[in-house]
T-cell receptor, first 114, second 116 residues
């Protein structure tokens, strides 16, 4: 069985501040890990994914995440928050890059304060 | 850029009625999926579909649910007799199936189903 835990259902940061969204995973097989973003009234957009290549993964919109096996973590970061980053962010895990079901976390709503 | 589309964006139905949610996956994709998100809860996997058959389904996907690819472009989710607890956002996704490692599931904008 696979699961992800997102710490913090709501995170607020000031514009220009570091964004850190936490995700820990549990998997009995080497995991594939994803971060998706959902803007209001829109679908799920892939930000980045880890597929057992480089442990530091760079995604769209300046986001990146680091796979740390020893900590079973895949935290999402962005050096400087922008107002347009306000959205809900979902960490997810799968046993393959895309063939198998994706198991999502509860989501973290990011608020960016001007 | 190619995208997954879903219709309708919002469907309201009476309990016990049948509903069909429609999706047009990205044209060269081979794997298709349905997920749902009940308000305030996680996005949950329902079913995956490949080569005209279900490849995996969750315990949520009971006999009230069915999926079909009626032609070369559409992928549908049918709920035979809707219940109040079926109210949710339903997401369709597709992936191209070229690589187990690098494949990505692309999601549509969702259909919000409200059962009254």
């Amino acid at each position: 069985a696979q699961s992800v835990t997102q710490l913090g259902s709501h995170v607020s940061v000031s514009e220009g501040a570091l964004v850190l969204l936490r995700c820990n995973y549990s998997s009995s097989v080497p995991p594939y890990l994803f971060w998706y973003v959902q803007y209001p009234n829109q679908g799920l957009q892939l930000l980045l994914k880890y597929t057992s290549a480089a442990t530091l993964v760079k995604g769209i919109n300046g986001f990146e995440a680091e796979f740390k096996k020893s900590e079973t973590s895949f935290h999402l970061t962005k050096p400087s928050a922008h107002m347009s980053d306000a959205a809900e962010y979902f960490c997810a895990v799968s046993s393959s890059g895309g063939y198998q079901k994706v198991t999502f976390g509860i989501g973290t709503k990011l608020q960016v304060i001007p | 850029e190619p995208e997954v589309t879903q219709t309708p964006s919002h469907q309201v139905t009476q309990m016990g009625q049948e509903v069909i949610l429609r999706c047009v996956p990205i044209s060269n994709h081979l794997y298709f999926y349905w997920y749902r998100q009940i308000l305030g809860q996680k996005v949950e996997f329902l079913v995956s579909f490949y080569n005209n058959e279900i490849s995996e389904k969750s315990e949520i996907f009971d006999d009230q649910f069915s999926v079909e690819r009626p032609d070369g472009s559409n992928f549908t989710l049918k709920i035979r007799s809707t219940k109040l607890e079926d109210s949710a956002m339903y997401f369709c996704a597709s992936s191209d199936g070229t690589s187990r490692r690098t494949d990505t599931q692309y999601f549509g904008p969702g259909t919000r189903l409200t059962v009254l």
